[in-house]
Every structure is written in structure tokens, then in C-alpha cells.
């Protein structure tokens, strides 16, 4: 991650705005009556805005973001819906994801072949495991059914999918579900951690380990490698998108 996204809602902002420059400077120069295709002007202002998000070397899926943005405002200012109904989407949003623009990690759900692969990294033995971003705890799940002599914990700091997993797996003595931010969540208790962030917090993530787990824990890191730091083992799961497993001793 380049240090000039390191402010995603500025970053944000900034470049939505130096593309909204581009296309409104040739907008005047050229329409300057008002503009007779309006998506067209959004789709030239989506492409100046990912071009900028790229050259400030923004993740690959912000690209797509700020691409779509403002053509899809457009488009859904075309289908005249009720303000509610957007307020109603915006509230559902941000229940499921929350703040995504400070901890730069969407919502990424692992699948039940990963989960298994998962379960057989594990060492043996009634193992302290922590899930650091469960989700609705799909994972945790499986894992905790495939492992049923270890105890399993998942922090969840976004409040649907945190409601979610706790109604889940209220029934199940080997998972215990946690509402917060794992930042803040002291690790030297556990033998195990499985990550699939992004990325962009992977450094810091690793620094946080070693800092806190006991020398020989374990970091299951899904699709995301620790920068500089050779895995102690690489696992490809047979799933559609050959989901990558990078094991840390820490």
C-alpha cells in the first residue's frame, strides 16, 4: 500500500473530485449548454478517477469503485425510487460493512473447501484458535465441527454480520463470538490466528503477533502474504478460485 492511501476517506474524496475536474472542464468546453448524454460524462468522470486511484496505487478493487461510482449515481437517479429506499441501502451497508474505508478490509467470506484446509493445518490437540474479522463466522463453523477439542474465537466489529455469527453458533460450546476490534484484543492467549484481511494491514498484523502470541503460534493467513517474511508453508485449496493458504510460525 502506497502511503498516499493511507487516508482512505480523504484519498477518496481527492480523487472523485480530480476526476469530477477532468470531465467538468470538458464538459464546459464542449457542452457548455448542459450536458445532452449525462452517463457518458460519468462514465468519462469514473474513468479519470480510476485512473487517478491506479497512479496513486490504490488496491485493484478501488479502481473498480471509483470507476463505477458516479455512473451508477446516475443510473439510479433514472429509476426515481423514494429517498427511503436509498437511505434503507446505505443503513444496510453500513451494518454489514462498517467502517471498511478505516480498516481497509472488505468483507471477505471464506467457503467451506477453505475452511477444511483450514482444519487440517491446525496442530493437535485442544488448541486456543482466534478468527481475527470472522464475519457470520462461516469458517468458524466448520472448523469448529471438524476440531471439536480446541476453542475457537471469532471478533467481528461490524454489527450485522457480528449478530449473525453469535446467533449461530449460540449453541456451540467450542465458539465463543466477540464484538470489537481485534487491534485492541490481547493475542498472548492463543495458539492460533487465521487472518483473510487485505493487503494493506498484513505489516502491522504480523508486528502485532510477534509482539503478542508465544514463539512457535501459528498465523493462517487467507490469500494475503506477510511482506518480507517467507511462509513457513504454502497450501492451494482446490476451490474455484484456488484460494492460497500462507502459514506463519511466529
Not at 471498511?100 to 467470506?109: E, Y
Not at 504480523?206 to 508465544?214: F, N, Q, T
Amino acid at each position: 500500500m502506497d502511503a498516499g492511501y493511507r487516508l482512505p476517506l480523504a484519498s477518496v474524496a481527492l480523487t472523485q473530485v480530480a476526476g469530477m475536474v477532468v470531465a467538468g472542464g470538458l464538459l464546459l468546453a464542449f457542452e457548455p449548454e448542459g450536458p445532452r448524454h449525462p452517463l457518458a460524462w460519468a462514465v468519462l468522470q469514473g474513468a479519470v478517477a480510476a485512473a487517478v486511484a491506479a497512479a496513486a496505487r490504490a488496491p485493484r478493487w478501488w479502481w473498480l469503485i471509483h470507476f463505477s461510482f458516479v455512473p451508477l449515481v446516475v443510473l439510479a437517479l433514472r429509476l426515481e425510487f423514494a429517498p427511503g429506499w436509498y437511505l434503507g441501502a446505505f443503513v444496510a451497508l453500513l451494518l454489514v460493512f462498517w467502517r471498511t474505508d478505516k480498516s481497509r478490509v472488505p468483507l471477505f467470506l471464506s467457503n467451506a473447501r477453505t475452511a477444511a484446509a483450514v482444519a487440517g493445518l491446525l496442530p493437535a490437540g485442544p488448541r486456543r484458535v482466534v478468527d481475527l474479522g470472522c464475519g457470520h463466522a462461516g469458517l468458524l463453523c466448520h472448523v469448529a465441527r471438524a476440531r471439536p477439542e480446541a476453542q475457537f474465537v471469532g471478533i467481528e466489529h461490524a454489527p450485522l454480520p457480528w449478530l449473525v455469527a453469535r446467533l449461530r453458533t449460540w449453541r456451540r460450546p467450542n465458539i465463543d463470538i466477540r464484538y470489537g476490534d481485534f487491534w485492541t484484543v490481547d493475542l498472548s492467549g492463543f495458539d492460533v490466528a487465521y487472518a483473510f484481511l487485505s493487503p494493506a494491514p498484513m505489516p502491522r498484523l504480523w508486528a502485532k503477533l510477534v509482539a503478542e502470541m508465544p514463539p512457535g503460534a501459528l498465523l493462517v493467513s487467507n490469500s494475503f502474504a506477510v511482506p518480507d517474511v517467507a511462509p513457513a508453508r504454502e497450501l492451494t485449496v482446490g476451490d474455484r478460485r484456488q484460494t492460497r493458504l500462507f502459514s506463519y510460525r511466529v
